[in-house]
């Protein structure tokens, strides 16, 4: 199985700054990369799909890059409402298993 | 709009089984895979598996092989999740998760909390 796995554990950042996820796979992915973001006591939600594509409604602040088995998420300018656990999934190959996630966390 | 509506949280004993349903709308049931990922107190997210709704055929992860079930209903646009066996380290929130990852339009459950405790 594909493991993924996602740096840093925690990531302190004010409003306003730029925050840069990693996600490394212990084998290629090609594309088929996605990130979810985790709000307290709510259900994940689909940011990202294909490495670098927006699921509906999300903020272009959000971008996705990488292929193969380097994948970055970025958000441009951290608004109050980014604070969360994000997630890699990948999706090449069963079982489709997820990073151990970081939480982006206020400074 | 998708909707997916899990049934209510359960207590269970070790040893015991527990079902979960997911109850999809606002699209064609059978047009999209159904995944089952759980989520333990405090930790990260675990993929168990994934049916097939036109055919009811199922994949799932290794480490559940032997004590998951996954099935669907066509005519109420239902998949089910059973697990067998529990143990403590069941205890977890189970959500179902509507596939489509390659056109970006995945939609998570709200989830179902399944305590395993004597």
């Known amino acids: 199985e594909i493991v993924l796995t996602q740096s840093p554990g925690t990531l302190s950042l004010s409003p306003g700054e730029r925050a840069t996820l990693s996600c490394r796979a212990s084998?290629?992915?090609?594309?088929?990369l996605a990130w979810h973001q985790q709000k307290p006591g709510q259900a994940p939600r689909l940011l990202i799909y294909?490495?670098?594509s927006r699921a509906t409604g999300i903020p272009d602040r959000f971008s996705g890059s990488g292929s193969g088995t380097d994948f970055t998420l970025t958000i441009s300018r951290l608004e109050p409402e980014d604070f969360a656990v994000y997630y890699c999934?990948?999706?090449?190959?069963?079982?489709?298993?997820f990073g151990q996630g970081t939480k982006l966390e206020i400074k | 709009q998708v909707q997916l509506v899990q049934s209510g949280a359960e207590v269970k004993k070790p040893g015991a089984s527990v079902k979960v349903s997911c109850m999809a709308s606002?699209?064609?049931?059978?047009?999209?895979?159904m995944h089952w990922v759980r989520q333990a107190p405090g930790q990260g997210l675990e993929w168990m598996g994934e049916?097939?709704?036109?055919?009811?055929?199922?994949t799932s992860a290794q480490k559940f092989q032997g004590r998951v079930t996954m099935t669907r209903d066509t005519s109420t646009s239902t998949v089910y999740m059973e697990l067998s066996s529990l143990r403590s380290e069941d205890t977890a929130v189970y959500y179902c998760?509507?596939?489509?990852?390659?056109?970006?339009?995945?939609?998570w459950g709200q989830g179902t909390l399944v305590t395993v405790s004597s």
């Open positions: 998760v509507r596939g489509g990852y390659a056109s970006g339009s995945v939609y």
């Open positions: 606002g699209y064609t049931f059978t047009n999209y895979h």
């Open positions: 049916i097939n709704p036109t055919g009811g055929t199922t």
């Open positions: 084998q290629s992915s090609s594309s088929n």
């Open positions: 294909g490495a670098s």
């Open positions: 999934q990948q999706y090449g190959s069963s079982p489709y298993t």
